[in-house]
């Protein structure tokens, strides 16, 4: 952790949609809130920042999320069928 925080930066809607440029620079350097009626709706920040807020971690695939659900780890036998259905035969009256 560092001694001093990142400072924040604030643009209004509007600022933030006349000059993009200018807040992904702001990012760079610490969070940039941005205003809905003077109040502040959405935060913008770096990549890093945001996977050091997520604790570290990068995206994980899909198997991954999938193997971190609990409850998957039993036997499963599907009945076997004995009926097996015919093609249907269009040209039958």
Known sequence: MSAHPAPITTYTSREFTRDVAAAKRAAANGPVFITDRGE??????SIEEYHRLRGGSQPRTLLEVMQSIPGGDFEFEPPKLDDVAKPFDFDAD
Do not use: C, I, T, V
């Open 40 to 45: 502040p709706a959405y935060a913008l920040l």
